[in-house]
């Protein structure tokens, strides 16, 4: 969900500015986190914005610094190599404890089985959420309340 700072900047020509080129070092990604909540005590949701160069390490330092992390696997196939490559960090940094995937009938559940090599049935953390087929946003058709319970639970270990 873009603010409107970062659609002024992409109205003004400035969309470069909005993308990191580079891995940033780790204290120049947490200045771009909202870590702190706001004045109601809600977290914020921090994008980050990545181009090629950038995405797979500044995704390696997200999962160092997350407490959970959710995994949106509606609808994945191997064509995916992206989240592919997600999983496989996860699992060579050890985080796969703090995942919380999303899974629906057009998940290749046996392709996830392989990546992970069935560490989900030992991992203590890892939960799947079975949510209807895909629809345009994650809630349209989802109870929040199961969710953000799992959540919780993963965070909170």
Same mark, same amino acid.
């Given at each position: 969900?873009?603010?409107?700072?970062?659609?002024?900047?992409?109205?003004?020509?400035n969309a470069h500015d909005l993308f990191?080129?580079?891995?940033?070092?780790?204290? &120049?990604?947490?200045?771009?986190?909202?870590?702190?909540?706001?004045?109601?005590?809600?977290? $914020?949701? =921090?994008?980050?914005?990545?181009?090629?160069? =950038?995405?797979?390490?500044?995704? =390696?330092?997200?999962?160092?610094? =997350?407490? *959970?992390?959710? %995994?949106?696997?509606?609808?994945?196939? !191997?064509?995916?190599? !992206?989240?592919?490559?997600?999983? !496989? @960090? %996860?699992?060579?940094?050890? &985080?796969?404890h703090k995942v919380v995937a999303l899974?629906?009938?057009?998940?290749?559940?046996?392709? *996830?089985?392989? %990546?992970?090599?069935?560490?989900?049935?030992?991992?203590?953390?890892?939960?799947?959420?079975?949510? /209807?087929?895909?629809? $345009?946003? /994650?809630?349209?058709?989802?109870?929040?309340?199961?969710?953000?319970?799992?959540? @919780?639970? *993963? &965070?909170?270990?």
């Amino acid at each position: 969900m873009a603010d409107l700072h970062d659609i002024a900047t992409w109205y003004a020509g400035n969309a470069h500015d909005l993308f990191l080129p580079e891995v940033p070092s780790v204290e &120049a990604l947490s200045g771009v986190l909202e870590l702190a909540p706001d004045r109601e005590g809600r977290f $914020r949701i =921090s994008e980050v914005f990545c181009i090629d160069t =950038s995405w797979e390490g500044t995704v =390696s330092q997200l999962i160092d610094v =997350s407490h *959970v992390i959710l %995994l949106d696997l509606r609808g994945f196939s !191997g064509q995916r190599a !992206g989240v592919r490559t997600e999983i !496989g @960090l %996860l699992l060579r940094q050890r &985080a796969i404890h703090k995942v919380v995937a999303l899974v629906d009938p057009d998940t290749d559940r046996a392709l *996830v089985d392989t %990546l992970l090599d069935d560490k989900p049935r030992t991992a203590p953390g890892w939960a799947l959420r079975e949510v /209807p087929r895909y629809s $345009r946003w /994650p809630w349209h058709d989802v109870r929040p309340e199961p969710l953000f319970e799992d959540l @919780l639970a *993963v &965070a909170g270990r």
